[in-house]
């Protein structure tokens, strides 16, 4: 660099990755040059036009690396040299001698993508001064080098060094209570309409994000109070003397869990949940469902009732941890027979899928007999 200011978040995030890119490009680079030098010595005239050829693109590539190491926050110098070098690559694979390197290096250019920090870029657009709402219980987000022109506003769930953290955390009825404390304002005391510490922790950001953009404590905290959950996130639903919990707008690994905490404090007689697939989780997929069934288990519920293929998971690893009860329906019409034999008046429902999962057609069979 030729000033000596300090990097930005963005700058150091894309110094990081463009080294272990560029080292990478450099080694090929002169790997490339020395098989060159080496055809030459054998005399091997075959293959003498092709590694001229790699030689020259090679040398570039180098030359290229070196410069960027003088300017590393600039991707003008990683271009031309990530170019070069996938020119190299793909002379090479004309060669059958490099094929075993080739194969090689499918796995380094994976690796080399997983070096990609682009948590927090964002700051990158923010004004000179401007507020930056952090987490203060993410352990990843305490390590962050943030970057100078920003003004970082603190949030957490009991630390009281926070800029603004919630105390006493309690549920009440449909919702949660909670003390703030802002280190600018006060305390309060806050009611939300919603369930759970992971709901605490949302209204805490939005808190801080409010004030510190100019808005008054009085004003933010009597919107959290009114503010209403949208789609089937959480919803509280009253049948008849029973109570459901519409979670099943979208489901994963970290929703479910905070889902079955907050459920776990939920004031009941007995606690039911119906729970489906969470979609789209690739090769986790399995390990994660047989985890929420460990977790359900341990949830304090009465019955469990799974649905669909992955949840057939679920509902063996539930089984498995010692949870007596526990249904796997074939289908919406099982899934609310299941439920409608086993619950009671005074009992509540805990129900979340992921979307595609469509459980809100196994309630549409469950709420019109609970209305008798």
Known sequence: MNDSRELTLQERSTKRANYCLMLTVLIISIYMMFLFIGTILQGNHALFRLFVIAGMIALPAAVSTLFYFFNPVSIRYRN???????????????????????????????????????????CAGLAEGSPLVLNG????????????????????????NADVCALDVRQEGDGMAFTLCDKNAGSYEVTIPAMGRHNVANALAAYAAATRLGLAPEGVIAGLADFEQTGMRQKVVHAGSMDVIEDCYNANPDSMKAALAMFKE???????????????????????????????????????????????????????????????????????????????????????????????????????????
């Open 80 to 122: 031309v040299a990530l170019t070069c070098f996938l020119i190299i690559y793909e002379v090479s694979c004309l060669s059958s001698k490099l094929f075993v390197y080739n194969l090689f290096m499918i796995p380094i250019l994976v690796a080399l993508l997983m070096y990609f920090d682009l948590k927090l870029e964002i």
């Open 137 to 160: 219980d993410d352990p990843f987000l305490r390590k962050a080098a943030l970057p100078t022109h920003v003004r970082p506003v603190w949030f957490s769930l009991g630390d009281e």
């Open 266 to 372: 939920y004031p009941c007689k007995r606690r039911f949940a119906l729970l489906g697939d969470m979609l789209e989780l690739g090769g986790m997929s399995a390990p994660a469902h047989e985890e929420l069934g460990r977790q359900a288990a341990e949830a304090g519920l009465t019955a469990l009732v799974t649905y669909g293929p992955e949840a057939a998971r679920t509902a063996k690893a539930a089984k498995d941890a010692g949870l007596a009860d526990v249904v796997h329906a074939e289908d919406y019409q099982q899934a609310a027979d299941a439920l409608l034999a086993r619950m009671a008046p005074g009992d509540a429902l805990l129900v979340k899928a992921s979307r595609g999962m469509a459980l809100e057609k196994a309630l549409a069979l469950f709420y019109p007999v609970c209305a008798k």
